[in-house]
Antibody
Framework: QIQLVQSGPELKKPGESVKISCKAS????????MHWVKQAPGKGLKWMGW????????TYADDFKGRFVFSLEASASTANLQISNLKNEDTATYFC???????????WGQGVMVTVSS | DIVLTQSPTTMAASPGEKVTLTCRAS?????MNWYQQKPGASPKLWIY???KLASGVPNRFSGSGSGTSYSLIISSMETEDIATYYC?????????FGAGTKLELK
């Protein structure tokens, strides 16, 4: 069955970096784009961008340009999100989600809670 | 960027009641997707392509709309429908979400 399994919760200090992984199984990884979505505590969903899993090309929403990097380990069917120079406002749950063209985000990871606190 | 405005922000419905959630786009979109999210869980694709139900979604749910105005309709509210519902346009970058409608039980 199709699954997106994300790495575990993270507790970081301001200024540190974090890398979150999203391991896909049950389908051909390179056939579908992987998107990233942020959800701050008690808030709604915010689209961060996506990565073309075939070419590795990332696309970032404006609010996520600069400190955020999407990458792949295609041989391991894994997409990664790295956030550098963490700020308190990065405290959130980060989801990866597979996108099917003309359908939407049909499978989601379980989410990774990143807490930034001094 | 296309802004999606959902209304109401919160609503309470009684079991058996008909529920209509609305999503308005700042510019015309080809179609709308809807997601259901329950507390502590990942969002689930609920309705795609404006009116198609995702796998496993009860047929008391339906979707409609075009252009800048879209709706998610529950014909008869059930307790398991308590959740937050988000609309999303995925045809124009950024793939924006609405702020969500929290559906509660009256």
């Amino acid at each position: 069955q199709i699954q997106l399994v994300q790495s575990g919760p993270e507790l970081k200090k301001p200024g540190e970096s974090v890398k979150i992984s999203c391991k896909a199984s049950g389908y051909t990884f390179t056939d579908y784009a992987m998107h990233w979505v942020k959800q701050a505590p008690g808030k709604g969903l915010k689209w961060m961008g996506w990565i073309n899993t075939y070419t590795g090309k990332p696309t970032y929403a404006d609010d996520f340009k600069g400190r955020f990097v999407f990458s792949l380990e295609a041989s391991a069917s894994t997409a990664n999100l790295q956030i550098s120079n963490l700020k308190n406002e990065d405290t959130a749950t980060y989801f990866c989600a597979r996108r099917v063209i003309r359908v939407g985000f049909d499978y989601w990871g379980q989410g990774v809670m990143v807490t930034v606190s001094s | 960027d296309i802004v999606l405005t959902q209304s109401p922000t919160t609503m309470a419905a009684s079991p058996g009641e008909k529920v209509t959630l609305t999503c308005r786009a700042s510019s015309s979109v080809s179609y709308m997707n809807w997601y259901q999210q329950k507390p502590g869980a990942s969002p689930k694709l609920w309705i795609y392509g404006t009116s198609k139900l995702a796998s496993g979604v009860p047929n008391r749910f339906s979707g409609s709309g075009s252009g800048t105005s879209y709706s998610l309709i529950i014909s008869s509210m059930e307790t398991e429908d308590i959740a937050t519902y988000y609309c999303q346009q995925c045809c124009s970058t950024p793939n924006t979400f609405g702020a969500g409608t929290k559906l509660e039980l009256k």
